[in-house]
């Protein structure tokens, strides 16, 4: 299908590239040798799954996609990338489905594409093998526009004949694929945040939501997971570490959960109290229309730093996500409202 607009096709090709990269991780694990590199100190891990992950997702999606700016987490010596590293694929499914108007006629060169190769390398050397994730990112304009995770291990605790790894995708306005959105039941805080980069100003900021429970995992794209498979309403991270290539696909999925529906929903009725009213008025008649309206008005999630402002993604941005990270599904407000005033004069905004 060449004549689908270029943003479907990259979202297809990334698709195929990021299996492939999981399928590289699952491989430079069963060999037994990681090949382990410290980059900045020893919880900045790079392996040999990092590099082949990425030079074969970067070398795909140039060789298809030309003009793209790509933006690899690993900075790795300019070499030739084996045949045997190239995905020419295109997942079908995506290309089936049809571009948001807003995206159709999008340019190859206005595109930026943000990759973790590998996130939670750290999880990934200590057989936390579920907290591993690959990452392609999709922005324009500084917005991140599509979002394409694999999980490699995805399934490995069911033993030696379970089918291992999972795709999942999204794009604002069309919805997000490849999993089962789920919400944390009733109206519980359970807070996500780091396991191997945790700090004091980390920690007072967790405690500062008053969660009833708190889950230490690793990697930023499993956090993610956790938020939209009802595992966990915040992932909060009051701290500098996470990059653009952790939180651009991820915020793209956030934003794409609740799909067509919701995007159009939120489009139509932005600023338009009146509307809300009178459908909340008339949703208020109906048996259980609590939970109705809960899931009806807050189907999409949000990234953002911990003032509550949004990261750009633009080509030339800076690639730490200096002021933390804060994702949730819904109640978004809440979060932003319980950080410590310590922890917003710690990390300023960009
Ligand atoms: P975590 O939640 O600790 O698993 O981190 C999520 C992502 O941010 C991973 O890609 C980490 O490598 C990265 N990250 C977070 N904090 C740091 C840090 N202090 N140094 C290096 N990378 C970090
Ligand atoms: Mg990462
Ligand atoms: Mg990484």
């Not at 694929?177 to 919400?183: K, S």
């Amino acid at each position: 299908m060449s004549g689908s607009p270029v943003v479907m096709r990259l979202v297809a090709s990334a698709y195929s590239v990021a299996e492939k990269a999981g399928a590289i991780v699952r491989k430079v694990l069963h060999s037994g040798d990681l090949g382990i590199v410290e980059k900045t100190g020893a919880n900045d891990l790079q392996t040999l799954a990092d590099r082949l992950a990425q030079q074969s997702i970067c070398a795909s999606l140039s060789r298809r996609f030309p003009k793209l700016t790509i933006i690899g987490e690993e900075e790795l010596p300019a070499e030739e990338t084996g045949e045997d590293l190239i995905e020419n694929g295109q997942a079908e499914e995506i290309l089936q489905k049809s571009c948001p108007a807003e995206y159709s006629g999008l340019k190859e060169e206005e595109l930026v594409v943000w990759v973790d190769p590998l996130d939670g390398t750290k999880e990934y050397t200590e057989g936390l093998l579920d907290n591993v994730t690959v990452l392609i990112g999709i922005a324009y304009g500084g917005k991140a526009i599509a979002g394409v995770i694999n999980q490699p291990f995805y399934n490995y605790q069911h033993g030696a004949g379970a089918v291992l790894g999972r795709t999942m995708w999204g794009m604002p306005g069309l919805g997000a694929f490849g999993f089962q959105l789920q919400e944390v039941p009733g109206d519980r805080r359970i807070v996500t945040t780091t396991r191997s980069h945790s700090n004091k100003l980390v920690t007072d900021c967790v405690d500062a939501m008053e969660p009833h429970e708190v889950t230490r995992v690793g990697g930023a794209g499993n956090k993610i997971i956790q938020l939209v498979e009802g595992r966990a309403s915040a992932y909060v991270f009051a701290s500098p570490g996470c990059k653009k290539w952790d939180t651009c696909a991820p915020e793209a999925i956030l934003h794409a959960v609740g799909g067509k529906n919701c995007h159009f929903f939120k489009q139509t009725c932005t600023g338009t109290l009146a509307v809300y009213l009178t459908v909340r008025v008339y949703w208020s008649l109906i048996p259980f229309s609590k939970y109705l309206t809960i899931s009806f008005f807050s189907c999409a999630g949000k990234l953002t730093d911990m003032h509550g402002n949004a990261y750009r993604y633009d080509a030339n941005v800076k690639h730490m996500n200096s002021a933390g990270v804060l994702a949730t599904l819904r109640n978004h407000e809440y979060y932003v409202s319980r950080v410590p005033p310590s922890v917003l004069q710690a990390l300023k905004s960009d």
